[in-house]
T-cell receptor
Framework: QKEVEQDPGPLSVPEGAIVSLNCTYS??????FMWYRQYSRKGPELLMY????GNKEDGRFTAQVDKSSKYISLFIRDSQPSDSATYLC?????????FGQGTRLTINP | DGGITQSPKYLFRKEGQNVTLSCEQN?????MYWYRQDPGQGLRLIYY???????QKGDIAEGYSVSREKKESFPLTVTSAQKNPTAFYLC???????????????FGPGTRLTVL
């Protein structure tokens, strides 16, 4: 079993829709959780991170962690075609990050 | 501009050949990492280094080798022992790995390796 599981999709939604991306994790020691965005043929870039349980908002993006169910979510409001990318969730392990498989998202105009 | 550079962007190799991928950073980061990315599998850690002249195997180190002679450089060699080397390779760096504390990793643009 992978320590961080993520549905690889692909996921395709119309412009303006609310997008929900989800991951689960198995290691109770994880405290920090990240979302990276990766455009095609580019390196990933950090979108946002959260510590422990709770929500964090940054513009149209909201990250949510529920440690009781070991569930990580990213919500995108008013989705735009420029949001089309692969989204990777990750958790901070001992000296290294543990990544999910990534979800490929397409926003259709 | 501070950042991570990887070269070349595209690399073609014949079967049985070793090839070295370059990664350089000018962020003054202590730690550097190599990942392999295949479709539908996310990022898998090959090797990482927390300090000069020291490195550790990641989850898929077989068929790869690294060196860390300088703080800013962490080259990856894909050897002929790597059974399926065609993939997208990403290099990353971070400031100071400290156990389980948050430690943002910054990624380079990647090298796409194709074995012919």
């Amino acid at each position: 079993q992978k320590e961080v599981e993520q549905d690889p999709g692909p996921l395709s939604v119309p412009e303006g829709a609310i997008v929900s991306l989800n991951c689960t994790y198995s290691n109770s020691a994880f405290q920090y959780f990240m979302w990276y965005r990766q455009y095609s043929r580019k390196g990933p870039e950090l979108l946002m991170y959260t510590y422990s349980s709770g929500n964090k908002e940054d513009g149209r993006f909201t990250a949510q962690v529920d440690k009781s169910s070991k569930y990580i979510s990213l919500f995108i409001r008013d989705s735009q075609p420029s949001d089309s990318a692969t989204y990777l969730c990750a958790s901070q392990g001992a000296q290294k990050l543990v990544f999910g498989q990534g979800t490929r998202l397409t926003i259709n105009p | 501009d501070g950042g991570i550079t990887q070269s070349p962007k595209y690399l073609f190799r014949k079967e049985g050949q070793n090839v070295t991928l370059s990664c350089e950073q000018n962020l003054n980061h202590d730690a550097m990492y190599w990942y392999r990315q295949d479709p539908g599998q996310g990022l898998r850690l090959i090797y990482y280094s927390q300090i000069v002249n020291d490195f550790q195997k990641g989850d898929i180190a077989e068929g790869y080798s690294v060196s860390r002679e300088k703080k800013e450089s962490f080259p990856l060699t894909v050897t002929s022992a790597q059974k399926n080397p065609t993939a997208f390779y990403l290099c990353a760096s971070s400031s100071s790995p400290s156990g389980w504390a948050y430690n943002e990793q910054f990624f380079g643009p990647g090298t796409r390796l194709t074995v012919l």
